[in-house]
């Protein structure tokens, strides 16, 4: 079971960090990715990080500004994004699958197992 946290209020060019945390196992040999879903529109990748090696895959639309990490003592997934714009305004979802190679396995929501609860990201201009 996944578990989402970390979502808020802020104003544009402000900074966030969501949290994703794992209740009953490790990450080790799992990817775990973050997601969002806008009103209207369509879920769409954000970022991914595979915890057995520690890659990392970013959407164009965040590259730079965001940065996903793993913590091994809390067993957590984090995503820290900076310089927030109202675009990135979402319900933000993190999700685990077993570790692959490759963009690929990661870019698109249909091939993650596992999904935790939504958390609500606002960004004011």
């Known amino acids: 079971q996944l578990q989402a946290s970390g979502g808020g209020s802020v104003q544009a060019g402000g900074s966030l960090t969501l949290s994703c945390a794992a209740s009953?196992?490790?990450?080790?040999?799992?990817?775990v990715g973050w997601f969002r879903q806008a009103p209207g529109k369509e879920r769409e990748f954000v970022a991914a990080?595979?915890?057995?090696?520690?890659?990392?895959y970013y959407a164009a639309s965040v590259k730079g500004r965001g940065t996903i990490s793993r913590d091994h003592a809390e067993n957590t997934t984090n995503l820290q994004m900076n310089s927030l714009k109202p675009e990135d305004t979402a319900v933000y979802f993190c999700?685990?699958?077993?570790?692959?190679?490759?963009?690929?396995?990661?870019?698109?929501?249909?091939?993650?197992?596992?999904w935790g609860q939504g958390t609500l990201v606002t960004v004011s201009s």
């Open positions: 009953r196992r490790t990450f080790s040999t799992y990817a």
């Open positions: 990080i595979n915890w057995s090696d520690g890659s990392t």
């Open positions: 999700a685990a699958r077993a570790a692959r190679a490759g963009s690929y396995y990661y870019t698109n929501a249909m091939r993650w197992d596992y």
